[in-house]
């Protein structure tokens, strides 16, 4: 192994060290509390360290934004590709999304809800966005019908989201999710 090869391994595990702790510190103590100082000290780099990986916080939770975004669609692929039928790939996909932002809620709001420079819908899309969208689009398919899939997808992810924020900030009562989910996909099997 070339010095250079190893270099460029230690610089990689350093990154996974950083968004790891930076994911971690978010789940227990919230986006806040995310600050290089604090998390120089988790990893015990300085936080000089730190700006030699990312160019500030907004660069870390962006490589934790798109960290998520890989998670949510190994979760979404395995929901979709269990399933016995069309109908039930798509119920899992919804269940698995909802189940994903309870789960992980630091880590959803990196995705979707903080300011991070991340392009959805263009052609710079990272591949772990596309990825799951992609999953998305899969379930969705079966029930198109004749519409655009692309425009399909993202009226039944808005939807997702759009119940699980409201759910999560205390909009909607809880008790109600799973009723909320049966009719989504009442309406776009029907």
Not at 64 to 91: C, H, K
Not at 124 to 145: I, K, S
């Amino acid at each position: 192994m070339s010095i250079q090869t190893r270099r460029e391994r230690e610089r990689a595990e350093r990154e996974k060290l950083i968004v790891t702790a930076a994911r971690e510190l978010a789940e227990a103590e919230g986006w806040e509390a995310v600050t290089t100082r604090r998390l120089a000290e988790a990893v015990e780099y300085s936080q000089p360290v730190l700006y030699s990986h990312f160019k500030g916080k907004d660069a870390i939770m962006r490589a934790v934004a798109v960290e998520g975004f890989a998670d949510l669609a190994e979760d979404l692929r395995a929901a979709r590709t269990t399933a016995r039928d069309a109908v039930s790939a798509l119920a899992g996909v919804g269940a698995a999304y909802a189940a994903f932002a309870e789960r992980c809620p630091a880590l959803y709001d990196a995705m979707f809800r903080q300011n991070v420079d991340l392009p959805f819908a263009t052609l710079e899309v990272p591949a772990a966005l596309r990825a799951g969208f992609d999953e998305l689009a899969e379930a969705v398919r079966p029930h198109a019908r004749g519409d655009d899939l692309g425009l399909l997808t993202e009226t039944y992810w808005a939807a997702l989201h759009g119940l699980v924020t409201l759910t999560r900030g205390g909009r909607l009562p809880r008790e109600q999710h799973d009723r909320r989910l049966a009719l989504l996909l009442a309406r776009f099997t029907g």
